[in-house]
T-cell receptor, first 111, second 120 residues
Framework: DAKTTQPNSMESNEEEPVHLPCNHS???????IHWYRQLPSQGPEYVIHGLTSNVNNRMASLAIAEDRKSSTLILHRATLRDAAVYYCILRDGEGAQKLVFGQGTRLTINP | DAGITQSPRYKITETGRQVTLMCHQTWSHSYMFWYRQDLGHGLRLIYYSAAADITDKGEVPDGYVVSRSKTENFPLTLESATRSQTSVYFC???????????????????FGNGTRLTVT
């Protein structure tokens, strides 16, 4: 599985946008970029995924670089409930369903 | 909307005992997974199952046994618990087809809230 690199931690303020970066320089053409987050004392939760184009849903936006070697998860207006560990994961679009988690980015939101 | 439930939520057992962690999903999802989460190691895949009676090893399968006689259940058994198996265990499920009923390898995984297991 191709690897991703994320900062260990980030901090932001409530009601401000948050940009969470992810580097995946060895991404293959069939790899999708998935984001999950894990709130304290809970299981991981799906956030968003994409292949080449930018994606939006009710939770967040995913901006994918043109060369696909990096991506950014955007929380448009962070709340205290967005404090979590965010995982950027590459998933083979032609392979098994399993996810391989890295260490993720711990996001702290200041009131 | 029960979703995916794990039981028990907390379990304390002794070294050498057999213990089974239960996982039940109400969506009839094809795929089910077991992960463990430890400080310093993150989430690691133990076993997964593509359908009833089909299981496969993940990254850390040693010391664990799984079965899947029914689509909705995926129990994880520690045959002889060891202290190194003290961890938080998460079960997950996902569909193998998207909303257009095409084979999809990108269906989200839905996780349970975990079982915290302590082996003394």
């Amino acid at each position: 599985d191709a690897k991703t690199t994320q900062p260990n931690s980030m901090e932001s303020n409530e009601e401000e946008p948050v940009h969470l970066p992810c580097n995946h320089s060895t991404i293959s053409g069939t790899d999708y970029i998935h984001w999950y987050r894990q709130l304290p004392s809970q299981g991981p939760e799906y956030v968003i995924h994409g292949l080449t184009s930018n994606v939006n849903n009710r939770m967040a936006s995913l901006a994918i670089a043109e060369d696909r070697k990096s991506s950014t998860l955007i929380l448009h207006r962070a709340t205290l409930r967005d404090a979590a560990v965010y995982y950027c994961i590459l998933r083979d679009g032609e392979g098994a369903q399993k996810l391989v988690f890295g260490q993720g980015t711990r996001l702290t939101i200041n009131p | 909307d029960a979703g995916i439930t794990q039981s028990p939520r907390y379990k304390i057992t002794e070294t050498g005992r057999q213990v089974t962690l239960m996982c039940h999903q109400t969506w009839s999802h094809s795929y089910m997974f077991w992960y463990r989460q430890d400080l310093g190691h993150g989430l690691r895949l133990i076993y997964y199952s593509a359908a009833a009676d089909i299981t496969d090893k993940g990254e850390v399968p040693d010391g664990y046994v799984v079965s899947r006689s029914k689509t909705e259940n995926f129990p994880l058994t520690l045959e002889s618990a060891t202290r190194s198996q003290t961890s938080v265990y998460f079960c997950a499920s996902s569909e193998s087809r998207d909303r257009w009923y095409m084979t999809s390898y990108n269906s989200p995984l839905h996780f349970g809230n975990g079982t915290r297991l302590t082996v003394t």
